[in-house]
């Protein structure tokens, strides 16, 4: 390096490399269409089977409170901290806060 300056450019361009890299290759191609390819979502019948799972798509009349107690009894929850989840106060205490809803987002 003769400077500074090239060093910095140089820097500036292996950095741009680096974090530009993974962003290109995660976002994939376009198909003939036009529009970015995506992979289907699991059907809906998959997340009511497995109460571990969780829904990739929010479901009609889902109540979250319901969906976080099946899940976390069935094992999501540690056995010593279930009881505490199904105690008297336990939906308002833990119930959103340990086992939220996440939504694959695409795009």
């Given at each position: 390096?003769?400077?500074?300056?090239?060093?910095?450019?140089?820097?500036?361009?292996?950095?741009?490399?680096?974090?530009?890299?993974?962003?290109?290759?995660?976002?994939?191609?376009?198909?003939?269409?036009?529009?970015?390819?995506?992979?289907?979502?699991?059907?809906?019948?998959?997340?009511?089977?497995?109460?571990?799972?969780?829904?990739?798509?929010?479901?009609?009349?889902w109540d979250p409170?319901?969906?976080?107690?099946?899940?976390?009894?069935?094992?999501?929850?540690?056995?010593?901290?279930?009881?505490?989840?199904?105690?008297?106060?336990?939906?308002?205490?833990?119930?959103?806060?340990?086992?939220?809803?996440?939504?694959?987002?695409?795009?």
């Open positions: 390096m003769k400077s500074r300056r090239d060093f910095v450019q140089h820097l500036a361009a292996t950095t741009g490399a680096v974090v530009l890299a993974p962003f290109v290759k995660a976002c994939g191609g376009a198909s003939a269409s036009g529009t970015a390819e995506s992979t289907p979502a699991a059907p809906a019948s998959t997340a009511e089977a497995d109460p571990m799972s969780i829904p990739q798509t929010l479901p009609a009349g409170i319901a969906f976080n107690r099946a899940r976390g009894n069935a094992g999501a929850i540690p056995d010593s901290y279930r009881d505490d989840i199904n105690g008297p106060d336990g939906e308002t205490k833990h119930l959103g806060k340990h086992l939220p809803y996440f939504p694959a987002f695409e795009g």
